[in-house]
């Protein structure tokens, strides 16, 4: 069964950084993007950019470029996204999510980590 | 950015009912419109990708139909477990964006 789990809750100071990890298990690692979504309290769903799990390659929405850094460690199936200058409002559960294409090339998260809350606070 | 706008933002229902979610993207899309299922706590689900293709495991009262601009999401005779948000999501072009989220409430 495919599993993407993520670590565990933070709290962090305005102007710190946090790393969020995401382990995946029970698929090719390499063979997917692996994409982070965050979704702030009681609000929707907001992409922030996504990785090549096989040659590390990102993009980022044009609004997190500068502070988000995304890697991955293909030794343990692992994906990591840092979020630096935290500031209030980066207060989320933020997820990753697996990319599968069908045969057509339409593109979909299928499977999602169980997310990671991320409280920003002084 | 491609804007996707979610119709209604929240809706009552009974069991047993049919209803619509409705999704427009403010520019043509063709088919790489996705939707999810949200419940308190939980992680999103996927539902439908591709526009109309049913994600295995999920009910067939689920459906989705629609391309271009404007798609929509059915629900056969609601069962108390579809009692969520529902979101739909692009992947037209990054960056990815979604729709604001339709919350589906017990009437």
């Known amino acids: 069964q495919v599993q993407l789990v993520q670590s565990g809750a933070e709290v962090k100071k305005p102007g710190a950084s946090v790393k969020v990890s995401c382990k995946a298990s029970e698929y090719t690692f390499t063979g997917y993007y692996i994409h982070w979504v965050r979704q702030a309290p009681g609000q929707g769903l907001e992409w922030m950019g996504r990785i090549n799990s096989n040659s590390g390659g990102t993009k980022s929405a044009q609004k997190f470029q500068g502070r988000v850094t995304m890697t991955r460690d293909t030794s343990i199936s692992t994906a990591y996204m840092e979020l630096s200058r935290l500031r209030f409002d980066d207060t989320a559960v933020y997820y990753c999510?697996?990319?599968?294409?069908?045969?057509?090339?339409?593109?979909?998260?299928?499977?999602w980590g169980q997310g990671t809350l991320v409280t920003v606070s002084s | 950015d491609i804007q996707m706008t979610q119709s209604p933002s929240s809706l009552s229902a009974s069991v047993g009912d049919r209803v619509t979610i409705t999704c427009r993207a403010s520019q043509s899309i063709s088919s790489y419109l996705n939707w999810y299922q949200q419940k308190p706590g939980e992680a999103p689900k996927l539902l439908i990708y591709?526009?109309?293709s049913l994600q295995g495991g999920v009910p067939s009262r689920f459906s989705g139909r629609g391309s271009g601009t404007d798609f929509t999401l059915t629900i056969d005779s609601l069962q108390p477990e579809d009692f969520a948000t529902y979101f739909c999501h692009q992947s037209y072009s990054i960056p990815y964006t979604f729709g604001q989220g339709t919350k589906l409430e017990i009437k």
């Open positions: 999510a697996r990319e599968s294409g069908d045969s057509s090339g339409y593109y979909h998260f299928d499977y």
């Open positions: 591709a526009a109309s």
